[in-house]
């Protein structure tokens, strides 16, 4: 084993990844170059955009502002994980297309993961909560307001 490499085992969207990294790599690069899952991006790599959002243990996370390695033993979910097997899309998804939410789709990632975990910890959204629950992710095309109809949308479906 070469000894300036760590071995780190984690969940991805249910699935056990392990691999010999250096210890400084982050963890947005573990999803993308180790699990191959490139859906989670990459934007501003300074904890900014939020193009990165990704759930550690239920949780919203940047995954650039963390090493893979403090990721240890923990189930990461990426966007990846929205849809069904077949490609049927998630409730959520389906919204951010009804409602126009998304245009050139870089951010599109981050949002969703972002918005999955606010409708988990709170299922009866208004449009407040909708932007402040946001606030750390940035998108260059929408205007947010179709986002957030998305999300209130989503939160109106959970609510019927
Ligand atoms: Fe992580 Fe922008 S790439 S916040
Ligand atoms: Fe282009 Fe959000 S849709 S950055």
Redesign the pocket.
């Known amino acids: 084993m070469d000894v300036s490499k760590t071995t780190v085992k984690l969940s991805i969207n249910g699935k056990t990844v392990q691999a010999e990294i250096e210890p400084r790599m982050l963890l947005v690069e573990f999803i993308r170059h180790v699990a191959e899952l490139t859906g989670t991006h990459i934007g501003c790599d300074t904890s900014y955009c939020g193009a990165c959002t990704v759930m550690i243990d239920g949780r919203a996370v940047k995954s650039c502002t963390h090493l893979a390695i403090q990721a240890q033993g923990k189930s990461i979910q990426t966007v990846e994980s929205l849809a069904d097997p077949d490609g049927t899309l998630s409730a959520l998804q389906k919204c951010f297309s009804e409602n126009h ?8 990632p981050g ?1 969703l993961i972002a918005s999955t975990a606010l409708l988990a910890e709170n299922p009866d959204l208004d449009e407040f909560d909708v932007r402040k629950g946001l606030a750390g992710n ?5 205007g947010y307001t179709p ?1 957030v109809d998305a999300v209130l949308a989503a939160s109106e479906l959970r609510k019927s």
């Open positions: 939410a998304l245009q050139c789709g870089f951010c599109t949002f940035t998108c260059r095309c929408t986002i």
